[in-house]
């Protein structure tokens, strides 16, 4: 539900660049309206009924034109934070954040060089993959908990003693969990938040797996259940 997406949205821009403010506080603004639209015409493009009418260039106008602005807004938003992270960045000495932006810019100073743009389709991909799937996770997780209160319990009791009276997360923290990700692990097996796979073959010769003939330089897809 939209709970679970805004929940999704906040761990998505938190952890992975700092933006929860911009994104989540208030409701109505701009980026958080920008990050509605871009799922609600996605969701649009991937339904059954509308799917391929939308590649249709008169098709769903009105819908494109936003998504393309709302696009535009987040990369701005992006390519101006990105800026202002490297400057900074290379101004200190120590860690600036400590998400994963500053991860993807330290490492970009010793490898081989990546444009801004670059990292702002990799925040695109974060976004994107990272926000609906959590959501879809977290909604059906919840839900086999509900329908079997003696495993919630566990779960539950498991949490308590792990986290005890702390105020605050810590990664060794998530180590002790066991049980809780054995749900979790459960939960993807029964519904997986992607229902297919894909991979391109090899385009130099066709192989043979397991008497399989996988032709060469194909797309291959197969559901994840």
């Keep these: 539900g939209t709970g679970m997406n805004r929940v999704a949205l906040e761990i998505v821009c938190t952890c992975g660049f700092s933006l929860k403010e911009d994104f989540i506080m208030p409701e109505t603004s701009d980026l958080n309206k920008a990050t509605e639209t871009i799922f609600e015409v996605m969701t649009m493009n991937f339904s059954s009924r509308s799917r391929y009418s939308f590649m249709l260039p008169w098709k769903f106008r009105e819908e494109k034109t936003r998504l393309k602005d709302s696009c535009a807004l987040l990369r701005g938003t992006m390519r101006k934070l990105l800026t202002e992270r490297m400057e900074k960045n290379t101004k200190e000495l120590e860690d600036v954040s400590n ?127």
């Excluded at 909604?139 to 539950?156: A, M, R």
């Design 99 to 225: 998400d994963i932006l500053d991860h993807i810019i330290r490492g970009n100073s010793f490898s081989d060089k990546i444009s801004v743009e670059d990292v702002i389709d990799d925040f695109f991909v974060f976004l994107v993959a990272g926000m609906e799937t959590t959501a879809i996770t977290m909604s059906c997780l919840v839900w086999l908990l509900l329908k079997h209160p003696e495993i919630s319990q566990k779960v539950v009791k498991e949490v308590n003693e792990v986290y005890g009276e702390k105020d605050e997360l810590e990664f060794e923290d998530l180590n002790r969990l066991v049980y809780l990700e054995q749900c979790i692990k459960e939960c993807l097996r029964m519904h997986p938040p992607a229902q297919m796979s894909s991979r391109v073959s090899p385009k130099f010769n066709n192989v043979t797996v397991d008497g399989l003939l996988i032709l060469k330089g194909l797309v291959y897809f197969w559901p994840n259940r």
